[in-house]
């Protein structure tokens, strides 16, 4: 059979005439358990899809002068920062692509932060599980005889219980934090696959409107010039 993750309490638990196991009880679980858990992920790309999300949403507002007006504030028009926003847009507008390259970069590395959170959560309720089952063995064990052992015992099992619930509440975080990611996950796919692709539909429509609009006014233009070039042909005759 394999090797336990980490150590299961001993039989008998504790030896009570040992001032110094008394004291140290559970020592090797605990470092067991930070082996087991390792250092915490390093955060970041959950942020940085923020800000690329954040981008995108400019870029899409540069044709849209009075939303970057109404978002900057009246202070902010009166400091001239919606014109700064404004080119700020338009710049973004001429590198969305780049910027949804950037935010699926983004995606898969949270993807793997999430993933991580999980198996973090996994070796986090493992280690509750030994550390309450260490805290039951010892409660279970004959008591010391001597009261200064006897107090260590007591100390050293509030010691472990405290650490367990401190770890429940690591897991819960961590399932909160993958739960925070999944959703902007979802929120990123909803604005690239949906909103991003209408947003391009109206644009070209909006495009093909005023072309439509210049071929009409250069149809006008044509045809009045025609009838100048026509009146300036009879008079000549």
Same mark, same amino acid.
């Given at each position: 059979m394999p090797e336990p993750l980490l150590p299961v309490p001993p039989q008998p638990a504790l030896a009570a005439d040992d001032p110094l196991a008394v004291a140290g009880y559970g020592s090797e679980l605990l470092v067991a358990v930070e082996r087991l858990i390792g250092p915490? %992920? %390093?955060?970041? $790309?959950?942020? &940085? *899809? %923020? =800000?690329?999300?954040?981008?995108?949403r400019l870029a899409m507002q540069a044709r849209d002068g009075r939303q970057i007006r109404r978002s900057v504030g009246l202070l902010g028009r009166l400091l001239g920062r919606d014109v700064e926003a404004q080119v700020q847009a338009e710049q973004l507008a001429g590198q969305l692509d780049v910027c949804l390259l950037r935010a699926d970069g983004q995606v898969? $590395?949270? /993807?793997?932060?999430? $993933?991580?959170?999980?198996?973090?959560v996994a070796s986090v309720e493992l280690a509750v599980a030994a550390i309450d089952d260490w805290a039951v063995a010892g409660e279970s064990a004959t008591a010391p005889v001597d009261?200064? &052992?006897?107090? &260590? =015992?007591? /100390? /050293? *099992? *509030?010691?472990? /219980?405290? =650490? &367990?619930? =401190?770890?429940q509440t690591e897991a819960e975080q961590l399932r909160l934090l993958h739960a925070q990611g999944a959703e902007l996950i979802e929120r990123y796919q909803r604005i690239r696959d949906v909103l991003l692709p209408l947003w391009r539909q109206q644009a070209l429509a909006e495009r093909a409107a005023q072309m439509s609009g210049t071929l009409a006014q250069a149809a006008d233009a044509q045809a009045r010039i025609l009838?100048? %070039?026509t009146a300036m042909q009879a008079r000549l005759r």
């Open positions: 915490p %992920v %390093v955060a970041g $790309a959950a942020s &940085a *899809l %923020v =800000l690329e999300m954040d981008n995108i898969q $590395a949270l /993807r793997q932060e999430l $993933a991580h959170y999980l198996r973090q009261s200064v &052992a006897q107090a &260590a =015992l007591q /100390r /050293r *099992l *509030l010691h472990l /219980r405290g =650490l &367990a619930r =401190l770890r009838d100048e %070039v």
